[in-house]
């Protein structure tokens, strides 16, 4: 079965880089992102390649090379799922924020609305691969909607979650540690299905890097790796505290741990708290799929990760309070940073916001500085918190384009992000400009505490 035409649906962060770079890996094949969102899909279309909405190192080049050759972003989400073999479903998968599992299992709506939609409009018989992450067991529920409200046509599902991370999504594509397809191995049809994704990968990713499982394995893996990435970094930030009290430094902790290489180094740097639009979300997600089984031992187990995030994001804002002699109102603090990680515009479950949060309950007033993400973002994820009026939020908070403004006459400077030009600024100028004590906390490890000692900063960092 060779696949000619692929439609995906979803052109966020996870079906636009991948689909950008199946297009440019496979030119022979057509492929069409779709979504619901025109103002999306308008900046994934945007002449300039720059202005495309997800930013990501080495990402416009490959979109520039791939887009109206083979690679095209629309809004007609019917006529590309009538055109294409296969359809990749890479819609959102967020938790639940009503009814039963709320704040915990993972909202499959717009899921469902991708299969009753496929179903509606497909004539011939489609492969529908899961890109989003999902429950285990969901493919069973694609499979019965497809099956009961289609027009007799054949489904095969297949499961192929995505491991890439914001930042690095381009290299982690490239060259990924593995792909993962999970299929219907039992039957003739489900094997042929199968080899048509491992085909299409195999332009690119070495043979023995692609893993054929069953579906379920495949579904359960990705909520798996996840959980265990986010343990890790639970793990060390549970060690930065105990750190802080005992004289150890965290790094070097991390150092001789990583180096036995039954552990490794890598997920082992301690931070102000790990966000993304998933860990947490996939971690919830599975402490609710082990409750509705019975397992509350393995339930327990897993939530701790999420406990020990929360703990770490708190205990940061707190200690900015008490270091600032008990109070922070009406002070100003400046944030650098606030996408959830560096090399990324997203800020979804970011730790800034949550600290800022904190501190606004305190009557702090802020001011944030981050290279990538604009101030209608920083707006509408502190408004999404709900915690006060949305008129306070822009009373006390303003965003600025320059890190040394934000920093001037501030009574302390937090980093948030470990963006690589904070490593570079003119810090001896940022101490000069600051109100006495100056005190600089560092949320990321990204500074090194003796020359910013020897500038004149009272500086605390995780984990020393
Ligand atoms: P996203 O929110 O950036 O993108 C999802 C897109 O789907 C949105 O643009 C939305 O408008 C669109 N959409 C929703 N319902 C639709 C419908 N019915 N029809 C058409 N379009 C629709 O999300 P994301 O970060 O790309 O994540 C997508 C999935 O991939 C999630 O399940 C996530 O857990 C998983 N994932 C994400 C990452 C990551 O780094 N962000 C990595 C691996 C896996
Ligand atoms: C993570 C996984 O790494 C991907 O494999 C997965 O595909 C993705 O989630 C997903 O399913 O969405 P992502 O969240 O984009 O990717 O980024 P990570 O590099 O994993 O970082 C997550 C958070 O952990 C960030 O806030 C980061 O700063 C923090 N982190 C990471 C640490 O604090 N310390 C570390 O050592 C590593």
Redesign the pocket.
Known sequence: MRIKNICC????????PTMAVIAQKCPEINVTV????EK?IAAWNDQNVKNIP?YEPGLSQIVGEARDRNLYFSTD?DSAIDKADMIFI????PTKTYGIGKGMA?DLK?IE??AR?IARVAKDDKIVVE????PVRTAQALKNILDNTGNGVNYQILSN??????GT?VEDLMDPDRVLIGGDIDTEEGKEAMQALVDIYSHWVPAERILTTNVWSSELS?LTANAFLAQRVSSINAMSELCEKTGADVNEVAKAVGMDSRIGSKFLKSSVGFG???FQ??ILNLVYIAKSFGLEEVADYWEQVIIMNDHQKKRFAVNIVKTLFNTVSGKKIAFLGWAFKKDTN?T?ESAAIYVADYLLNEQAEIVIYDPKVTEEQVFADLDYLSSRPEEENRKRVTVLNNPYDVCKDSHAVAILTEWDEFEDLDWKAIYNNMLKPAFLFDGRRLLERKKKEEIGFEFYAIGS
């Open positions: 649906i979803g052109a966020g962060y996870v079906g636009g779709v979504d619901i969102n999306r997800i989400i890479s819609v959102n998968t993972a717009y609305l991708c939609q890109k989003s992450t999902l979650p995505e491991f890439l991370a914001e999504a990705k993304g639009s998933c979300k996939d997203d979804r």
